[in-house]
């Protein structure tokens, strides 16, 4: 008899369970990990406004870029979400380029599963798939130099920017990469999932200097 517990194989076993596995410990970790992650970004985008708000519209000069998520939705829908905005490239900004709820949308397989739009990833760069401090990897030059060459893109073709979330409000693609966009003077147009879309024009004002829309390249930095 042992107090408190009781006896199997030999070893006494606590009645309140054994401890965690380390399976189990990993998921906790990720949990709250994730959870930090999504505090971070919705405290960073809280500087933007609702996209609950009507539509705005882009005076015809504006440059724009377009965006949307790929969700849980199969490549001909996303394909044709991007042809009736009649995008010519889209650029993954996903740090990791694969998805268990979209197993189509893989780097290896999405030029082929969005042509005749062609199709690049900048998830090296644009990225946030584990970033706590939205606040520095927006300052963080490599970032910067990626939004400058995403820019540099959108003056030759018409380009989205494709991330994980449908939402673009809950998404780094808007709070991130949208907002030095915007800084920038570049509109932002958001393809929602029922073929609609939400524009967000760029502040009013001179837009601070970018060298990819003057048709300058910038030297990209060390990689981070």
């Known amino acids: 008899?042992?107090?408190?517990?009781?006896?199997?194989?030999?070893?006494?076993?606590?009645?309140?369970?054994?401890?965690?596995?380390?399976?189990?410990?990993?998921?906790?970790?990720?949990?709250?990990?994730?959870?930090?992650?999504?505090?971070?970004?919705r405290a960073f985008q809280s500087m933007l406004p609702s996209l609950s708000s009507p539509s705005l519209e882009l005076a015809p000069e504006t440059p724009r870029l377009w965006t949307i998520g790929h969700g849980r939705s199969l490549a001909d829908e996303i394909r044709a979400l991007l042809i009736?905005?009649?995008?010519?490239?889209?650029?993954?900004?996903?740090?990791?380029?694969?998805?268990?709820w979209a197993l189509w949308a893989r780097r290896e397989t999405m030029p082929n599963?969005?042509?005749?739009?062609?199709?690049?990833?900048?998830?090296?760069?644009?990225?946030?798939?584990?970033?706590?401090?939205?606040?520095?990897?927006?300052?963080?030059?490599?970032?910067?130099?990626?939004?400058?060459?995403?820019?540099?893109?959108?003056?030759?073709?018409?380009?989205?920017?494709?991330?994980a979330e449908s939402k673009p409000d809950e998404c780094h693609r808007r709070a991130l990469i949208g907002r030095a966009l915007l800084e920038r003077g570049v509109g932002l147009v958001h393809i929602l999932h029922d073929g609609r879309t939400w524009v967000e024009a760029p502040k009013a004002g001179p837009a601070p200097p970018s060298a990819a829309w003057q048709g300058q390249a910038a030297p990209r930095p060390a990689h981070r």
């Not at 194989?9 to 990720?30: E, F, I, Q, T, V």
């Not at 009736?84 to 268990?100: F, G």
Request: charged letters at 25%; proline letters at 5%.
């Open 113 to 163: 599963d969005l042509a005749p739009i062609e199709y690049t990833w900048m998830g090296d760069t644009l990225g946030a798939k584990g970033i706590l401090d939205w606040g520095a990897r927006f300052e963080a030059p490599d970032f910067q130099w990626g939004v400058d060459h995403l820019i540099e893109l959108a003056r030759a073709r018409r380009t989205a920017m494709l991330c």
């Open 84 to 100: 009736a905005q009649e995008v010519e490239l889209v650029v993954d900004v996903r740090a990791v380029p694969y998805s268990r």
């Open 1 to 41: 008899m042992v107090e408190g517990g009781r006896l199997e194989n030999g070893k006494a076993m606590s009645l309140g369970g054994s401890n965690p596995s380390p399976s189990a410990r990993r998921s906790a970790r990720y949990a709250q990990h994730e959870a930090a992650r999504k505090a971070a970004a």
